[in-house]
């Protein structure tokens, strides 16, 4: 190994973690062991993981290294990743951060983990998240409750909390998130990393437990935007077992990095920029405009009215899926089963109330009211008028710009003891991010800036549906200019 720190080590890049591990200037297993003693020495107080698999981390290390010495490496062979707690790993438990199912380990892979262990990666373990992903702050985890690596007092956002705090602490060098209405990006802007939604059906949900299932989308966070585009060029495809998933082609989407920004027109909707997003926010956001701009590219202001209903919609339309969803967690089919009832009805019931957490109940209530007889076309029927013309919307901006540029929160992370009680005020948080969701866009968050606690400040870009080579292409072009604060552990 050369003379290098081991701090240093988990820093790197997902591509300078590939040319040491090609120049033999680290072994995939001394690479895969200094991870896991960095997650015995830290993961304590973050909590970003729920099981850390050590004995199948370094056997997929030790594989990996035949494949590195004969000369066949893959882009991410050798790279250690941590996996969201709602992806099925064959063998290896998975929660959903519940209590539903803690005990469940399911008995095949997510497509997405199939690609990545065809390209040889370093499996760390599975990271915590918002129960279910219904959350913004991984603080409704039955088993982790993770905390911010800048500042522990604050939550890393949600539900990919986990995640995104298990990349910004270093100790996983990408990891893999989902995203139902933001749960991928606003973590990311939350711990000062990048993450990616890529466009709906672009990524197999195969094995992905489902929250909303026309707008979960899995994708990756890691330590930037091309990380993100070599991490996508792994996972992304037509698979059989995916109803949904696009049969149109992929591409490399890392190649349109470098290419010049010069003409781009970069539309600001006003309605992301009004009341209700901290100042400090909306500065660094805005800045980064004119950083864009000072590369040649053209800002447009523009508007997106039906802003104001995107929320209400949202958690119309995703709990209404989501009671459907978790109808089939009753303790007989599936998950956890109560010790007390007398009889079917009373069996189911308890096991469910058990089972479920505060936040997870309030949806199902939700979503079951929503479709019940006479108020259907009250709500969700209107919920889903609303999606349409959102994606109308979009689709007007994007007849004269290239790409959208908004905050991706808010507010930087709050304290782990706010807003936990206050659903409304947790749900208008995701302003900034499930318009994104409800049209089936690409988006990419990625670290503009720091307030006076140099608390990371997020800004999201977004594009038409498929264009992510596109997007890695302008978050890279803003991150070369960007000097990223690290934080103190």
């Known amino acids: 190994m050369q003379i290098i720190k081991i701090m240093e080590i988990t820093k790197l890049n997902i591509r ?28 304590k107080n973050i909590q970003s993981y729920i099981s850390v698999v050590e ?72 990271v915590s998240m918002d129960e279910f992903a219904m959350g913004g702050s991984t603080q409704t985890s039955a088993f982790a409750k993770t905390k911010n690596p800048y500042n522990l007092s604050c939550v890393p956002g949600g539900s990919s909390g986990g995640s995104a705090a298990s990349v910004a602490a270093s100790l996983a060098a990408a990891s893999l998130g989902s995203d139902t209405g933001g749960s991928i990006r606003q973590p990311s802007a939350f711990c000062g990393v990048t993450g990616l939604k890529p466009t709906y059906s672009r990524v197999s949900r195969y094995g992905l437990i489902a929250f909303a299932s026309s707008l979960d989308q899995i994708g990756p966070i890691a330590k930037n935007a091309h990380d993100c585009g070599i991490i996508l060029n792994a996972i992304a495809g037509y698979d059989p077992h995916d109803g949904t998933a696009s049969k149109s082609n992929t591409m490399d989407y890392t190649s349109k990095i470098g290419n010049p920004i010069k003409g781009l027109k970069i539309a600001i909707p006003k309605e992301f920029y009004a009341d209700g997003i901290e100042s400090e926010v909306k500065e660094k956001v805005l800045e980064a405009a004119k950083v864009y701009e000072s590369m040649g590219a053209e800002l447009v202001e523009c508007s997106m009215p039906s802003l104001k209903y995107a929320v209400a919609a949202y958690y119309l339309i995703s709990s209404a899926e989501a009671s459907s969803n978790l109808s089939r967690y009753d303790g007989i089919k599936y998950g956890h089963r109560s010790q007390i009832g007398d009889d079917y009805n009373e069996l189911i019931c308890n096991s469910r109330s058990e089972g479920f ?133």
Request: include cysteine.
């Open 16 to 43: 300078d973690l590939r040319k040491m591990l090609d120049e033999k200037q680290i072994s995939a297993p001394e690479l895969t062991k200094i991870y896991l003693d960095r997650i015995a020495k830290y993961d």
């Open 55 to 126: 004995e199948r981390a370094m056997k997929d290390a030790e594989s990996a290294q035949e494949k590195i010495n004969n000369g066949s490496a893959s882009p991410l062979c050798g790279i250690p990743l941590a996996i969201k707690d709602n992806i099925c790993t064959d063998g290896v438990r998975t929660t959903c951060s519940s209590k539903m199912l803690e005990n469940f380990i399911p008995p095949y892979n997510a497509t997405v983990i199939e690609k990545l262990i065809s390209q040889n990666i370093v499996m760390l373990g599975k």
């Open 357 to 489: 957490g505060e936040e997870v109940k309030r949806r199902i209530l939700l979503g079951n009211y929503a479709l019940s007889s006479g108020y259907y076309d009250a709500y969700y029927g209107k919920a889903l008028a609303l999606k349409q013309k959102i994606s109308a919307e979009y689709d007007a901006i994007f007849e004269k710009c290239d790409v959208i540029l908004t905050p991706t929160t808010p507010s930087v992370a709050y304290g782990i003891h706010e807003n936990i009680s206050d659903p409304v005020k947790m749900y208008q948080a995701d302003i900034c991010t499930v318009t994104v969701n409800i049209a089936s866009l690409p988006a990419i968050s990625t670290t503009c800036g720091y307030n006076k606690n140099n608390m990371p400040i997020g800004m999201s870009i977004v594009v038409k549906k498929f264009d992510e080579a596109k997007i890695i292409q302008v978050a890279d072009a803003f991150e070369k200019k960007f000097t990223t604060i690290e934080p103190l552990l």
